[in-house]
């Protein structure tokens, strides 16, 4: 079943302020160990999206951004997401019919407690 293009954006929680506090204390190995995670992260997200049907449009750092036409479940698949991230960090998402569709659903899973999806597209 085929429907209309939708987004998906996918940005880890609180990334920013866990990279300030080890640059804040000279850490140095703790901060090559979360760039090594958080890129591994991304990479297990993008081909996650992949295997389900989706063009990535963007992988960098702590985010992945991907569309798709396909009918998908998109709490079903932001369990998976949640499995397959790093330990150490938790992810939102938010879904829309456009990139800022996608974006203004991300910020509301990120101002409304983090660790969600939010789908604007219902």
């Known amino acids: 079943m085929r429907c209309f293009m939708k987004f998906i954006t996918i940005d880890g929680d609180d ?9 804040l204390s000279n850490d140095e190995e703790n901060l090559h160990r979360v760039s090594l995670s958080l890129v591994n992260a991304a990479e297990k ?61 991300l910020l509301d899973a990120k101002s409304s407690g983090k660790n969600k999806l939010c789908d604007y597209t219902l």
């Open 15 to 23: 990334v920013g302020q866990k990279i300030t506090s080890l640059y």
């Open 45 to 105: 997200i993008a081909e996650l999206l992949r295997d389900n049907g989706f063009d990535i449009i963007f992988c960098a750092a702590d985010g992945v951004v991907g569309k798709s036409n396909k009918s998908v479940d998109y709490a079903i698949l932001f369990e998976k997401i949640q499995e397959q991230s790093a330990s150490s960090f938790n992810f939102s998402a938010g879904v829309g019919s456009s990139l800022k569709e996608a974006y203004v659903a």
